[in-house]
């Protein structure tokens, strides 16, 4: 068996064939014209063969047993192997197989190259031989996998290598590294926020570790920079402070945390000193709900504070 030659889906090419007598399987048959031969010809794994007629134009003999035969065009419908066999009375059969795909290597090696352009980045449009389109949904860009493969199989088992399920493309793994000045990663948006995250399921955005000692999120800056800049660092003081006192009261009874600077401000605003004998009794916004209890050490000795501000 010979083998095997490159094809393509559904285009013709000429594949070499050498024949020799049947007999002792060394003398060349010379002089066969394409009305001598019977082609058969089956896809990988078939259980029968389909015959294949050629014309005179599909036939070229080269000379000292050796041809040419032309075919594939409405034979090699799908990218696989074929077995091809070529008879011819008093000559021994000539089995052959033809690697169809899609692409030819030649052809894959040219469109990898005009995809990647010179600082080795994929341009996706110019894989796909279109511009990459815009989904529904946000408008975000999308790649059909199985656009890209053109064999849907593939773009399904690509998927579950990325360990993704019906998402555009989910990576179980990504490391991005890069020398640059201007960041490993930098997402510019001129109209619009930069990066969203979002999720209909669950958190929008988790950072964490795994690690032993790690942070689930860390920041620091270099030189007179800060980890985090000095306007953010206000908005978030600023939010904490205008935090609805019935929010902050939630929040301490979960935690059980009464001891803490949140305590200050509800201590000012609803309090009794005779609701609970030698207790400060601290209430909660609706003025009703007590919230806790705090132990009163009392001076009979002190002086009262008198005058005015």
């Given at each position: ?101 899609d692409l030819t290597d030649q052809e894959l090696a040219e469109k ?46 690509l998927a579950d290598l990325l360990n993704g399920t019906g998402a ?25 926020p930069g990066v969203v995250f979002g999720s209909s399921l669950g ?107």
């Amino acid at each position: 068996m010979e083998g095997p030659y490159d094809g393509k889906v559904s285009v013709d090419a000429w594949f070499p064939v050498r024949l020799v007598d049947a007999t002792d399987l060394v003398t060349p048959e010379t002089g066969l014209a394409f009305g001598d031969l019977t082609v058969k010809y089956g896809v990988e794994a078939a259980t029968a063969e389909s015959t294949y007629t050629p014309t005179a134009d599909d036939w070229k003999e080269q000379g000292q047993g050796n041809y040419w035969l032309r075919m594939g065009a409405a034979e090699f419908t799908v990218a696989s192997r074929w077995i091809v066999n070529v008879a011819a009375a008093g000559s021994a059969t000539v089995t052959f197989v033809a690697a169809v795909k899609d692409l030819t290597d030649q052809e894959l090696a040219e469109k990898v190259d005009a995809a990647i352009d010179v600082d080795g980045r994929m341009n996706v449009g110019a894989w796909l031989d279109e511009p990459v389109t815009f989904g529904a949904v946000n408008h975000l860009p999308q790649v059909d996998l199985a656009a890209v493969f053109d064999d849907p199989t593939v773009a399904e088992a690509l998927a579950d290598l990325l360990n993704g399920t019906g998402a555009w493309l989910y990576l179980a793994g990504l490391l991005i590294s890069a020398s640059d000045v201007d960041g490993a990663v930098v997402v510019e948006n001129d109209a619009g926020p930069g990066v969203v995250f979002g999720s209909s399921l669950g958190d929008g955005l988790v950072l964490k570790s795994t690690g032993g000692n790690g942070n689930g999120l860390s920041a620091t800056g270099n030189g007179n920079g800060q980890g985090i800049a000095a306007a953010v660092l206000e908005k978030l003081a600023d939010t904490v402070l205008l935090r609805s006192a019935s929010h902050v009261e939630v929040a301490m009874k979960t935690a059980g945390a009464f001891d803490c600077l949140a305590y200050v401000p509800l201590a000012l605003r609803r309090f009794s000193t005779t609701a609970n004998p030698g207790f400060l009794t601290i209430y909660e916004s609706d003025g009703v709900t007590e919230l806790c209890q705090v132990p009163l050490n009392t001076d009979a000795s002190a002086s009262p504070i008198t005058g005015t501000v």
